[in-house]
């Protein structure tokens, strides 16, 4: 086929029209906010509150879920079990569910009358409108992100490489810990970042569940209703820049800990 | 010392039935069998990486059928060698001695000791991704022996090493055998089980259907299956018949076979070795047994010199040493004459395949 080919010239333009829609908008967003504005944003107390409480909970809420949805990846990719499509079937679902219902049926298992509430009351602990009601919000729609990439990189590991570390003495546990979960740390890493990136962009659920304190996408459409897009406009870059600092960070480090992962046994 | 008792295994549509075998002490067996005739599962088995559904697997009297993988202490050796990537040579060799919470100066002792007997000393701080065929065989062996196990299994060790190398990689496992170590080869090459093994299990569809010391294996194959494997090209369906004293076969082609004495069914199955036939360019007295004339169809090269493919009534796959081929001019439209003592028809189990 030749390069100029009509073919790949309808590629090309489509391909641009694609990049371009989602460019322009976020382009057309910096370009119309000024270093001044941004300078005052920066300086805002509020909004620097809000995109701390946003990062961290988001974090948070990734961390002490991968505890639970590691492991649940690795069977989901090595076992069979009765109903193991319903299984996957329900992980799927808070992808596929109005994030505002979402926010709903998370607000109803930790209301005082739910199942956690209740229980988190008897400690004296409440959690609508607290990081920890935010956090189980962010992690419910976005869990689904960090499962599935771990269970990915699960399946993508050979068998045979678990199967000759048992025989050479190894325990279930130390398999898992020394070959399984290291040759799936990319995907696992992959997951965390688009489970973390996707809780710390939650709206729709976590609106519901606290408006206050507010984390930065709330804080965001607060400004917006209250005072109109100008206003909006520059919290909402600054949240992009750090969000995206972070991203690349995040990138960054799970790119480097798979290549140092390597070398410590040798010293051993 | 490793004996298998009804071993009967379902995998898919595949089905590993009623396996019975003893292996010595010492000993240096080599399962032969095609690939998908069930050797790896086999071996799978006996590794403790599956569970037989019936049957018993006992090593020095102990019924290990059900004993954990890692308390066996059997070492087994991947066809693809399953060396860890996110480890270097010298944590893959480590790796069962971390396992057992060794201490740090004897891992490295150790260490170091098997990787200088497997010559690969040069490799402890590499990286495996970039190694060889055969250096990963090396520390996939290393990896084992250092577990000191009381039977070694080699699932197809050969297959992807480079030929230069295969010699040097016997010679190890020939070594290790002689040191005293009890090892379960399996393999698909006929050479490398003849080179190698003390004693041949040919393995076929989930059944072991020959088993003895490689010359009575391949000198008195029970099968079709087991003659190829020897290299004999030469099968021969025949009713047998007695004519006075004198047993005859006749081959569906018509051709009329001497036999010596004995006793023969009705009909079956014959093989001549390629190598039992002798071919001339004239032809000789009517003693020699077996004589018949025909024209050469095909000549290629084989190992022993060259294949002749004769049309003499039935097709004979005739291998001729260089130097006799050369002195004989034969071409691949001569008239030749082919013969074969008696003692070369060797009948198979009733005819069967």
């Given amino acids: 086929m030749s390069r100029n080919s009509p073919f790949n010239w309808i590629l090309l333009i489509l391909s641009s029209l694609v990049l371009l829609f989602i460019l322009a908008p976020l382009a057309g967003m910096f370009l119309h906010t000024g270093g001044s504005e941004l300078l005052e944003t920066v300086n805002d107390q509020e909004v620097r509150a809000s995109i701390w409480l946003t990062i961290w909970v988001a974090f948070a809420a990734t961390f002490f879920f991968a505890i639970g949805a590691i492991p649940l990846a690795w069977l989901l990719a090595r076992k069979e079990f009765p109903m193991k ?33 209740k229980a988190a009351n008897s400690v004296g602990l409440t959690l609508i409108n607290n990081p ?6 962010m992690a419910f729609v976005s869990i689904p992100f960090l499962i599935n990439a771990a269970r990915d990189g699960f399946t993508a590991v050979p068998e045979r490489l678990e199967k000759a570390a048992l025989s050479l003495g190894a325990s279930r546990t130390r398999v898992f810990f020394t070959i399984s979960l290291p040759l799936a740390w990319r995907s696992i890493m992959t997951g965390f970042v688009m489970m973390f990136a996707r809780g710390m962009s939650e709206f729709g659920a976590v609106v519901i569940v606290a408006y ?34 972070v991203f690349i960070l995040l990138r960054l480090i799970s790119v480097r800990k798979k290549e140092t992962h390597i070398l410590p046994d040798a010293e051993a | 010392m490793l004996k298998l008792e009804n071993i009967s295994k379902k995998l898919g549509d595949f089905t590993l039935s009623g396996i019975s075998m003893e292996i010595r002490e010492g000993e240096y067996y080599v399962l032969l069998g095609r690939s998908g005739s069930g050797k790896t599962q086999l071996l799978e088995l006996i590794a403790g990486l599956n569970e037989a559904d019936s049957g018993k697997i006992w090593l020095d009297d102990e019924d290990i059928t059900f004993k954990k993988i890692q308390d066996r202490n059997i070492g087994l050796v991947f066809q693809d060698y399953a060396i860890f990537p996110n480890l270097i040579v010298f944590g893959n060799i480590a790796y069962s001695l971390h396992c057992r919470k060794t201490d740090k100066p004897t891992v490295k002792k150790e260490v170091t000791r098997i990787a200088k007997e497997l010559n690969i000393s040069h490799l402890l701080n590499r990286f495996t991704h970039n190694l060889s065929g055969g250096e990963l065989q090396r520390v996939a062996l290393a990896r084992t022996l250092i577990t000191s196990p009381r039977l070694l299994l080699l699932d197809e060790p050969l297959a992807s090493i480079d030929a230069s190398l295969k010699d040097d990689i016997k010679r190890t496992f020939r070594q290790l055998n002689r040191k005293g170590l009890t090892i379960i080869h399996v393999t698909h090459d006929y050479s490398e089980a003849v080179s190698l093994a003390t004693r041949i299990g040919v393995i076929h569809n989930g059944r072991v259907i020959q088993e003895g010391l490689p010359d009575d294996v391949f000198g008195k194959p029970a099968n079709r299956f087991v003659a190829r494997y020897a290299g004999i090209r030469n099968f021969f369906r025949v009713r047998f018949s007695k004519e006075g004293l004198s047993w005859k076969a006749e081959s569906d082609g018509k051709l009329a076979f001497n036999l010596t004495e004995g006793s023969y069914p009705e009909e079956g199955l014959i093989i001549i070795k390629n190598s039992a036939i002798s071919i001339y360019n004239a032809e000789l007295p009517r003693d020699t047994g077996n004589c018949f004339k025909g024209v050469v169809k095909d000549i290629s090269p084989c190992e022993q010199g060259m294949e ?7 097709l004979f796959y005739v291998d001729v040493p260089m130097n006799d081929f050369k002195k004989l001019q ?20 009733g005819g069967s395949v």
């Fill in chain 1, 85 to 117: 499509n319903v299984v996957q079937g329900i992980i799927d679902l808070p992808v596929v569910l109005p994030h505002t219902a979402a926010g709903i049926a998370v607000l109803g298992f930790i209301s005082r009358d739910g199942l956690l509430g």
């Fill in chain 1, 212 to 245: 206050h304190p507010m984390v930065a996408p709330v804080l965001i459409y607060e400004r917006f209703s209250s005072f109109g897009l100008k206003y909006a406009r520059p919290a909402a870059v600054l949240f992009i820049i750090v969000a995206l600092a």
């Fill in chain 2, 308 to 314: 002749l493919l004769v049309e003499a009534g039935e």
């Fill in chain 2, 330 to 349: 034969i071409t691949d439209t001569s008239d030749v004459w082919i013969s074969f003592p008696s003692e070369a028809c060797i009948v198979l189990n």
């Fill in chain 1, 132 to 137: 920890g009601g935010i956090a189980l919000a």
